[in-house]
């Protein structure tokens, strides 16, 4: 229970109590979280919300308040309690099956589209994104090639249902197909740029996690091995043979894991590119082409 939170409060004094109850928990965004949270409780948008502040709650709407601020003060992200993440400008819908899209991984696509140089961002690219979760990768990329098209993948048949839902909402129906499968496995040849955001956490290290990720997240996006980068072999093996010539492929990695991806790319006939760091300088993206 938060105290004062009762029917008859205005919902802007709702709002001060959710966020004053988060800051005692110490989560990281207390007063976006509440702006969040009470919009989604109530079913507003931000202008709306802005709105309502003088508006008296009903004994229905501080219950709904009530019930999803208990569920952040348990640690659960703000994305899984509203079930949609925006990412690259896209709301993304989510589900247990999905990792949460985060502003780091928008990196990947700045560094796939930064591959294409000076090409006309107007050619119909062909697009592979491997693991792709909610779609978020592969959408991201279609919205900023108009005439791309692509293929995701993924071993959760749910994860591939939502990242299709995901695709009609923003309207890649005709655009973006997504197959179950692990990574390459199930798709041919004929990519201009392979993209991954694979699992890269060392299974050690989990349960050392903030509890929004070690308790929500699906531990298959997050469990790398014992190394953390058990991953990458098959996704670089996979993409020299989808790739092609020419070609880019695009991972994202974990901090300090640039030196030991690297020399995967060698291996397997691929010439290593520029690396991408995301907004706090760490390294998050490497890159790698299919010579031509």
């Known amino acids: 229970m938060i105290a004062g939170l009762a029917p008859g409060i205005s919902v802007g004094a709702a709002r001060r109590l959710v966020a004053q109850a988060f800051r005692q928990e110490q989560l990281d965004s207390p007063d976006l979280d509440?702006?969040?949270l009470i919009a989604h409780a109530l079913t507003l948008d931000h202008s709306s919300l802005i709105a309502a502040a003088d508006r008296a709650l009903t004994g229905e709407e501080a219950e709904c308040i009530l019930a999803v601020a208990a569920r952040r003060l348990a640690h659960e992200p703000v994305a899984r309690?509203?079930?949609?993440?925006e990412f690259?400008?896209?709301?993304?819908k989510l589900n247990d099956a999905t990792l949460v899209p985060r502003p780091e991984t928008e990196t990947v696509v700045e560094a796939g589209l930064a591959s294409l140089g000076t090409r006309d961002k107007s050619q119909p690219f062909f697009i592979a994104d491997l693991g792709t979760g909610s779609g978020a990768l592969l959408l991201a990329l279609l919205t900023a090639l108009p005439k791309a098209r692509g293929i995701g993948t993924d071993v959760s048949i749910s994860a591939v249902k939502f990242a299709r839902e995901n695709a009609a909402d923003h309207g890649f129906d005709g655009r973006a197909s997504f197959v179950a499968g692990d990574f390459g496995a199930a798709l041919g040849g004929g990519f201009d740029l392979v993209v991954s955001n694979p699992p890269y956490i060392r299974s050690g290290d989990i349960v050392g996690l903030a509890p929004e990720v070690r308790h929500y997240e699906p531990r298959i996006a997050l469990d790398g091995?014992?190394?953390?980068?058990?991953c990458y072999p098959t996704i670089v093996r996979d993409a020299s043979r989808l790739l092609n010539p020419g070609g880019c492929l695009v991972v994202e990695i974990g901090a300090g894991q640039a030196d030991t991806i690297s020399p995967l790319f060698?291996?397997?006939g691929l010439v290593c590119g520029p690396s991408h760091p995301d907004l706090s300088g760490i390294t998050r993206a490497l890159t790698a082409r299919r010579p031509a």
């Open 266 to 268: 060698n291996a397997a």
């Open 225 to 230: 091995g014992e190394d953390g980068i058990a």
């Open 34 to 36: 509440a702006r969040v």
């Open 88 to 92: 690259w400008g896209l709301c993304l």
């Open 81 to 85: 309690i509203t079930g949609v993440k």
